[in-house]
């Protein structure tokens, strides 16, 4: 049997919704929520298998309380209430661990095998939202990137990439055409305006970042 907590603002929505599973033995309500504070508290009492959370509610959203369930408890899963298939937040609710959602107009049937998948540990997410949700993945990882060496000039740039290669500063300095002393100043200005400490700390920050998609050596 699933234990089910439903979070919803609207009472007649809450009824509704406990009305439809007290007729399958499979789900067993144990409790209802009216806003954020009072499902995060009742999933920690009732350790509930499913929650059923509306995406919006007033004061601290779906979005947050979904969050604080999930970094609590990893085993129970959260599936999202929306009026909107196309609703903005929806990125963010599985960012913050939702399994999936379900559209409040949803027909009865559909929610059951909503449940029953979710339960299942499946998640429920449809392909033009999934595409959605790497889309943005995508949009935020590039952001990311981008301003890893936004500080940089062109110039740090291209000697951050030689010394992510292992090379010290007079190969870099033949490299690039510049004194050793010259690139060894560019060394400690990017020590300096990334924040670390070491060329070996340089050199990692980088590779991470993925300096390749940022500035093209000779020879490659």
Request: hydrophobic letters at 40%.
């Amino acid at each position: 049997m699933l234990k089910i907590l439903l979070v919803d603002d609207h009472e007649v929505v809450r009824l509704g919704l406990k009305s439809l599973l007290s007729r399958y033995t499979e789900f067993e309500v144990v409790a209802e929520a009216s806003n954020a504070d009072e499902a995060i508290d009742l999933a920690k009492r009732y350790k509930p298998d499913v929650v059923v959370m509306d995406i919006r509610l007033p004061g601290k959203s779906g979005i947050e309380a979904t969050k604080e369930i999930v970094g609590e408890n990893e085993e129970i899963k959260v599936i999202m209430l929306t009026s909107f298939a196309e609703d903005e937040l929806l990125f963010d609710a599985i960012s913050a661990g939702a399994s999936g959602y379900v559209l409040k107009q949803i027909d009865s049937t559909e929610l059951i095998n909503a449940l029953e998948r979710i339960g299942r540990g499946e998640s429920l997410l449809d392909p033009a939202v999934t595409q959605q949700v790497f889309k943005r993945m995508r949009e935020s990882s590039r952001k990311a990137q981008q301003e890893a060496f936004a500080d940089l000039t062109d110039q740090e740039l291209k000697v951050l990439a030689h010394v992510a290669q292992g090379q010290r500063n007079k190969e870099i300095a033949a490299e690039v055409f510049l004194s050793e002393k010259t690139v060894r100043n560019y060394v400690s200005s990017i020590l300096s305006k990334l924040g670390l400490s070491t060329r070996a700390e340089a050199a990692a920050y980088a590779v991470k970042h993925h300096i390749e998609n940022h500035v093209q050596l000779d020879g490659e």
